[in-house]
């Protein structure tokens, strides 16, 4: 786990990414795969320079690497600052621009977006950290909300956007595996 004020380690290589134990408590698991999951995201972007990284290679315009890495920064915001602290969203989207977490804006590099991941990942992971798994929130009217559902919807989440990095990735520059 990152103190706060320190700066997260971004993994650039396979070797830096969590190992997930075979065995374990489900807490120690469902964090472990997530965190996986969140290197092989960072793993996926190491290398790119900004003009790859901005650069469509799907019919959607937004799903570019750098857009996917800004989208999980903001996904990751949602459901463990938002929805489970009750802190206000401040993602770039709005109901005029629903897209706006996918927008990569001017000046906005891969490196800082994928900086802005770590830490926002370091947030999460501190978040969830102080947390029972049972631990249940009010969500969208009448429902409630745990903190085991959302590491097991992050692990989903998490694992579709790195299968889109594997794709996009490949199309960029041929770079498969990991």
């Known amino acids: 786990m990152t103190s706060p004020g320190t700066t997260p380690t971004i993994v650039t290589s396979p070797e830096d990414r969590v190992e997930v134990p075979f065995r374990g408590d ?6 472990a795969f997530l965190d996986y ?12 320079s900004d003009e790859d ?4 290679v799907l019919p959607s315009p937004l799903t570019t690497a750098a857009g996917v890495v800004k989208h999980l920064r903001w996904v990751e915001n949602y459901w463990f600052r938002v929805a489970l602290l009750g ?6 989207y709005s109901r005029e621009d629903p897209d706006g977490d996918w927008r990569i804006l001017p000046g906005e590099t891969i490196s800082g977006l994928v900086a802005d991941y770590a830490s926002q990942c370091a947030v999460s992971r501190d978040v ?3 947390l029972d798994l049972d631990h249940e929130v009010p969500f969208r009217g009448d429902r409630r909300l745990s903190a085991r559902w959302v590491l097991i919807h992050m692990i989903e989440e998490t694992g579709r956007h790195a299968g889109h990095l594997d794709v996009v ?4 520059d041929g770079v498969t595996g990991e």
């Open 26 to 31: 489900e807490r120690t698991l469902l964090c």
């Open 37 to 48: 999951l969140r290197g092989t995201v960072e793993l996926k972007v190491a290398g790119l």
């Open 53 to 56: 990284a901005h650069r469509p």
């Open 87 to 92: 802190h206000p969203d401040e993602a770039p």
């Open 128 to 130: 969830v950290a102080g």
């Open 169 to 172: 990735r490949e199309l960029l």
